[in-house]
Nanobody, 123 residues
Framework: QVQLVESWGGSVQAGGSLTLSCTAS??????????MSWFRQAPGAEREEVAI???????RYTDSVKGRFTISRDNAKNTLYLQMNRLKPEDTAMYLC???????????????WGQGTQVTVSS
């Protein structure tokens, strides 16, 4: 199993910044290289992929966050990050971390999910 724990969500005003983190642990996490991703889900909306980083650090972003969000990983710390700048009220959502064993990172949903951390952006 793989456990994912997100941290550092919060409330900010529009134009502000937050950096989310997701720490991975578990026996299975140490055995494979994982594709890591951030998803978000607003009330009444479908869950959407925000950003993904592959096992060789190729990244992909949904159009609405390109140029504002940056996904990165620190493999030595088993930690995934999402730097979010110039936040907008429409970024308000529960942000969830996902993990999927590589190498095929861009063809399916995560295998493991965290519980999520809330981000609220006020205008």
């Amino acid at each position: 199993q793989v456990q994912l724990v997100e941290s550092w969500g919060g409330s900010v005003q529009a134009g502000g910044s937050l950096t989310l983190s997701c720490t991975a642990s578990g026996y299975m996490y140490s055995r494979y290289n994982y594709c890591m991703s951030w998803f978000r889900q607003a009330p009444g909306a479908e869950r959407e992929e925000v950003a993904i980083i592959s096992t060789n650090d190729i990244t992909r972003y949904t159009d609405s966050v390109k140029g504002r969000f940056t996904i990165s990983r620190d493999n030595a710390k088993n930690t995934l990050y999402l730097q979010m700048n110039r936040l907008k009220p429409e970024d308000t959502a529960m942000y969830l971390c996902g993990a999927r064993p590589g190498p095929g990172c861009f063809g399916g949903p995560p295998t493991y999910w965290g519980q999520g951390t809330q981000v609220t952006v006020s205008s």
